[in-house]
């Protein structure tokens, strides 16, 4: 199984950049993944990371470090359409003893203020 | 444009009365996914789909089914709505195993009354 977690709120500025930190226990590691969650609509797809390191796109990035079982979500420039559920979701394993399907955190909750 | 489809958004019951949530792609995924979402919680995995292959987690209660009749169209029927069924409920598809990214449809929230 795995325990993820995060924090359940943070505020910030418009135009600020803010840090969404996801720690995780897993029995093995296949794969973190970001989603951003509006209020009442569905989840959608960030950022995957699988390997060490940091990933960009655009004003999204997404960091991830295996061995300290830690991941984080920058974002750069934030806007009011920012302010979201952000889910850390990973996934445990590929075949034998592991699943293919991430497990999902309960997410942080971002609120962006002017 | 290819999407995953959610019929109704809103769905009302009565506490006891069977309810069943549609969902459609025109993805053509071999997977699909069936989540409850309550509110500030985690989507929970329900069930999936590998093509008709059918999955069911171990703490899925007995009241909740699944039916995939074919590739585009997966159901979730609810056998006897409790008061703590009350949730979003998601559908996803991905194109296969392993894939890296989940595909959601808008969900459907149902209230028991």
């Known amino acids: 199984g795995q325990n993820i977690d995060q924090p359940t709120e943070m505020t910030a500025t418009e135009g600020a950049i803010v840090q969404i930190n996801c720690t995780y226990q897993?029995?093995?590691?296949?794969?973190l993944f970001w989603y951003q969650q509006h209020a009442g609509e569905a989840p959608t797809f960030l950022s995957y990371?699988?390997?060490?390191g940091l990933e960009e796109k655009g004003r999204f990035s997404s960091f991830l470090s295996r061995s300290k079982g830690y991941s984080y979500l920058l974002l750069k420039e934030l806007q009011m359409k920012d302010s979201a559920s952000y889910l850390c979701?990973?996934?445990?394993?590929?075949?034998?003893?592991?699943?293919?399907?991430?497990?999902f955190g309960r997410g942080t909750s971002l609120i962006v203020h002017p | 444009d290819a999407m995953v489809i959610q019929n109704p958004r809103y769905q009302v019951t009565q506490f006891g009365k069977p309810v069943t949530l549609s969902c459609s792609q025109t993805?053509?995924?071999?997977?699909m996914y069936w989540y409850q979402q309550k509110s500030s919680q985690a989507p929970k995995l329900l069930f999936h789909?590998?093509?008709?292959?059918?999955?069911n987690e171990a703490d899925t209660p007995d009241n909740f089914q699944s039916r995939r009749p074919n590739t585009s169209f997966c159901f979730l029927d609810i056998r006897s709505p409790g008061l703590g069924d009350a949730a979003m409920y998601l559908c996803?598809?991905?194109?296969?195993?392993?894939?890296?990214?989940?595909?959601f449809g808008p969900g459907t929230r149902l209230t028991v009354l």
């Open positions: 979701a990973v996934r445990d394993g590929i075949g034998s003893g592991g699943s293919y399907i991430p497990t």
């Open positions: 993805l053509n995924h071999n997977v």
């Open positions: 789909y590998y093509d008709k292959d059918f999955n």
């Open positions: 996803a598809t991905s194109p296969g195993r392993a894939d890296n990214e989940q595909f």
């Open positions: 990371n699988v390997l060490d």
């Open positions: 897993t029995s093995g590691f296949n794969g």
